[in-house]
């Protein structure tokens, strides 16, 4: 389970683009990262994982660069409802997941 | 069932009694995951379970707390003599365990205990 750090805060305003940076210089080769967040209230949904480069869904993009020392989780036009905590994991499929203290994204109007 | 579902959704239990905490996950899921929550803190993982290897406890607190998991699936967690301290949002998780999958988990919404 590599270790992880993220800032503990950010914010932003409606419509920007948000991207919040994961730095795991310790990761290890069949680690994967992978990024959750989480409501007030409400337990954590996972959001994205990637291995290398760029992946990208619904909700978000992954960039991962070719050291995998640091990950980029990319948000399009925040909205107010995407105030959350987001958290940054880089562990091996089928280890423990450990979750880290996040970072707390507020969006303002 | 379609998600994880977690049982009591509030419990309130006086300092020094004993509860026990319900996780059914998602059939099919090998790992079950329990995290405990204190209002404003991070995520604290308490216990791993996969498939049938033995568990991983390395983040129960004290010995007044366990958990056991029945036949790959239901999974109880026991809090002995409650102290106020105990008072938080349990949370329980599954996985399928391997794979891609393995990293993703879906969360139950917890079991609220506040211990008087």
């Known amino acids: 389970l590599a270790k992880t750090t993220q800032p503990i805060s950010m914010d932003s305003y409606e419509g920007q683009e948000v991207n919040i940076t994961c730095s795991h210089n310790?990761?290890?080769?069949?680690?994967?990262i992978t990024w959750y967040q989480q409501f007030p209230s409400q337990g954590p949904r996972f959001i994205i994982q990637?291995?290398?480069t760029k992946v990208t869904n619904e909700v978000a993009s992954l960039f991962i660069p070719a050291d995998r020392k640091s990950s980029t989780l990319s948000l399009p036009r925040v909205s107010l409802s995407d105030t959350a905590v987001y958290y940054c994991?880089?562990?091996?499929?089928?280890?423990?997941?450990?979750f880290g203290a996040g970072t707390i994204l507020r969006v303002k109007s | 069932g379609a998600g994880v579902s977690q049982s009591p959704s509030n419990k309130v239990t006086e300092k020094g009694k004993d509860v026990e905490l319900r996780c059914d996950p998602i059939?099919?899921?090998?790992?079950l995951y329990w995290y405990r929550q204190s209002l404003g803190q991070g995520l604290e993982f308490l216990i791993y379970?996969?498939?049938?290897?033995?568990?991983?406890k390395s983040g129960l607190p004290s010995d007044r707390f366990s958990a056991e998991r029945t036949g790959g699936s239901v999974s109880t967690l026991t809090i002995q003599r409650t102290q106020q301290e105990d008072s938080a949002v349990y949370l329980c998780?599954?996985?399928?365990?391997?794979?891609?999958?393995?990293?993703?988990?879906?969360f139950g919404a917890g079991s609220r205990l506040t211990v008087l």
């Open positions: 994991l880089a562990v091996e499929y089928g280890n423990k997941l450990v």
């Open positions: 998780a599954s996985s399928l365990g391997t794979g891609r999958g393995a990293n993703v988990l879906t």
């Open positions: 379970f996969q498939g049938n290897s033995a568990p991983d």
């Open positions: 990637g291995y290398k």
């Open positions: 059939s099919g899921h090998t790992a």
């Open positions: 310790n990761i290890a080769t069949n680690d994967y």
